[in-house]
């Protein structure tokens, strides 16, 4: 009897070794194909507490908790449309400031190229609406079309291109997240990530390495042609659930560390219908009319 049970101890112990190379070289190309293409369940909390993580990781996790654990899918759902309201205090160089009220409603696109965007600004002297559909951008006073200053066109677009929103949609964008570090800031732990897009702009996000919010992003851009790149800081706060995603109520734009803007979020509404004529060029519309 005790040759037989040798026997199957050693035929047990045989199969264990063989079957668990199988094993590791099964998850090993899984974890290739999840790096290939990153997920919802990609996350941060994958690697363990101690492992370095890699640039999707901290994008994919950054997007689970901005879902309310719901990831993407909630995010794709809940926020195709809508209209956000708020305040906007502008400082300028002497220090003057100058407020405004504003209105941004947006629908999405497969990708932020093919998204339509209008911001309706009321101020004290005078009330005019930027644009942006088709891949163009366009201001409206009156009713009629006019050519948005340079810095009132390059803020527009900086802050689509330069938001939480990029790194959210990183993917359907087709950019490119790297991780760069884990440092402490404030007593603050934190992950830092370079996201690149198509057109090879750069944003760095700061991400809590507890609650997995971005605090800041930072970016380099010349304010004019021709002129030295200014370090911007765009910083996030307030941070609230809005039909069950979460969104900042409040951020403040810094250039070489001197505030520009700050905006204070009043409501937010997700999922409204809205017409489409109103992301269409005034002329446009004019001229397809017999």
């Known amino acids: ?23 590791a070289q099964d998850n090993t190309a899984k974890e290739k194909a999840a790096a290939a293409k990153p997920t919802s369940q990609d996350t941060i909390a994958k690697t363990g507490p101690n492992a370095t993580p890699t640039g999707p990781q901290v994008a994919e996790s950054v997007i689970y908790v901005y879902g309310n654990s719901g990831g993407r899918a909630v995010l794709d759902q809940i926020r195709r ?23 941004r409603r947006f629908v999405r696109g497969a990708d932020a190229t093919k998204d339509k965007v209008r911001v309706d600004q009321k101020m004290p002297t005078m009330e005019y609406s930027l644009v942006y559909g088709n891949g ?67 944003t760095r996000y700061y991400v809590s390495a507890k609650t997995l919010h971005v605090l800041w992003l930072e970016y380099e851009e010349a304010p004019e042609p021709g002129s030295p790149p ?12 809005v039909q069950g995603t979460l969104l900042p109520y409040r951020s403040v734009l810094l250039a070489d560390g001197r505030q520009l803007q700050e905006t204070h979020v009043s409501s937010v509404t997700y999922g409204i219908k809205l017409d489409d004529t109103i992301f269409q ?8 009319n017999p």
């Open 136 to 202: 163009h951008l366009w201001g409206i006073i009156n009713g009629a079309n006019f050519t948005p200053r340079q810095d009132a066109a390059a803020s527009f677009l900086s802050q689509q291109v330069h938001s939480i929103d990029s790194l959210l949609r990183y993917q359907e964008n087709g950019s490119t997240v790297t991780y760069v570090d884990k440092l402490k800031q404030k007593g603050i732990d934190l992950y830092v990530a370079d996201l690149t897009d198509k057109e090879k702009r750069v």
């Open 1 to 23: 009897m005790l040759r037989p049970i040798s026997f199957l101890i050693t035929l047990c112990l045989l199969v264990i070794c063989y079957v668990q190379p199988l094993k």
């Open 230 to 241: 200014v370090k911007y800081t765009r910083r996030f706060h307030d941070y609230r659930l």
């Open 81 to 103: 449309n809508g209209i956000e309201r708020g305040k906007i205090t502008r400082i300028s160089g002497d220090g003057r400031t100058e407020e405004a009220s504003y209105e």
């Open 281 to 288: 060029n005034p002329e446009a519309q004019a001229n397809s």
